[in-house]
């Protein structure tokens, strides 16, 4: 937003105002500029009725929504109802950016109807390859690194039973995920999976609990390889620290619990290790699309996609892993044991 500011000729500076983590904004300060907010503190001041929130939607000229794959939400319906009381049915133009657009079930027609089925597409060179898969293009092109994905399967096909699954998300639930982060032998292949990782390069590491990430980085670090934590409870600065050390590649292993799936950039990550299994296929692309920034977008021309989920199912089908394969076209498998390619 700076660089565009600067790059155009305009009488006064570009005025910003924050409207988040309990910030107050008076109404006789509101004369023009930018308000940027978090969804859950608009949706806090609209129930406390904030006569600030009020002023900026009745002047608003445009609204931006980032992670727009939110917007069918409660929060987001309570915010576009109130701009409709005040504004009427119009409202002002809503742009909506995501890069995980697709939902489930019904999801994906209640996003679209939001942004009136109005779906802005690249522009694609006319081959048909890239008609049929437009991810190849911008894999070809540099956009995007090529994944190389690892499985590993050990112990007996394992059926998540439905009491651990949460009926709002319908994904597997916090119980499992403890249960997963206190597995022994399970833990012990996935530390010697990442002793084997080569010293220099960088793995960003999904766990199952926070305790689970502090356990994994407890272990690394005593085994000689530079890990840290990142969770919800670390402070901003220190969050910072971690990973900037972790750009920089004076962190080898960086893991996390629920925090780094959007909002976080570190295009040069050539190892994604994914310990936490879900069947939410928009929380795996978000996962997985850390690692998968290409040459062009600073980042790297491959990155391998390691998952510890391979021997759990629901309802006898594989978890997100296995759409994320296909319709990613991904064209390298493996088995991390055997190294051989997986059909």
């Keep these: 937003m700076t660089d565009l500011w600067q790059n155009r000729e305009f009488p006064e500076a570009l005025r910003v105002y924050r409207f988040y983590g309990g910030k107050q904004i008076n109404v006789e300060n509101l004369i023009g500029g930018v308000v940027v907010a978090s969804i859950q503190q608009l949706y806090t001041r609209i129930k406390s009725k904030d006569p600030a929130l009020d002023e900026i939607l009745e002047n608003c000229g ?42 489930s079930n019904d999801e994906t027609m209640k996003l679209v109807d ?15 390859k890239y008609q049929k898969n437009p991810l190849l293009y911008f894999r ?21 039973p439905d009491e651990y699954i949460d009926n709002d998300t319908d994904d597997i639930n916090s119980e499992y995920l403890k249960v997963l982060a206190e597995d022994r032998e399970r833990n012990f292949h996935i530390i010697e ?28 670090n005593s085994l000689g390889r530079k890990s840290a934590v990142i969770s919800a409870e670390t402070p901003k600065q220190i969050r910072r620290i971690h990973i900037a050390a ?8 960086l893991f996390n619990y629920g925090v780094l799936t959007t909002g976080f950039d570190a295009p040069k990550t050539d190892h994604l290790i994914i310990c ?21 977008f600073g980042g790297t021309e491959q990155c391998k996609i390691i998952d510890f989920s391979q021997n759990l199912t629901r309802h006898g089908k594989p978890l997100a892993y296995a759409r994320f394969i296909k319709d990613w076209e991904v064209q390298q498998v493996r088995s991390i044991k055997k190294d051989e390619v997986i059909v």
Excluded: W
Aim: negative net charge; hydrophobic residues 40%; charged residues 20%.
């Design 246 to 253: 972790f750009k920089r590649g004076e962190i080898e292993f």
């Design 114 to 128: 939001e942004f009136d089925a109005y779906l802005i597409h690249p522009t694609l060179p006319n081959i048909e």
């Design 62 to 103: 445009a609204m931006i929504i980032d992670e727009a794959h939110h917007a069918t939400t409660k929060s987001y319906k309570s915010l576009f109802n109130r701009a409709r009381q005040l504004v009427g049915d119009e409202l002002f133009p809503i742009c909506g950016l995501t890069a995980t657009p697709g939902r």
């Design 276 to 296: 936490r299994p879900t069947s939410s296929q928009i929380l795996y692309e978000q996962m997985v699309g850390r690692g998968l920034r290409g040459p062009k």
């Design 140 to 160: 070809e092109e540099g956009y995007l690194a090529e994944p190389i994905f690892l499985l590993s399967k050990d112990g007996e096909t394992v059926e998540v």
């Design 193 to 220: 999976y990442m002793l084997t990782i080569p010293t220099g390069t960088s793995t960003l590491v999904y766990a199952c609990t926070v305790e689970h990430a502090e356990f994994l980085s407890m272990m690394m």
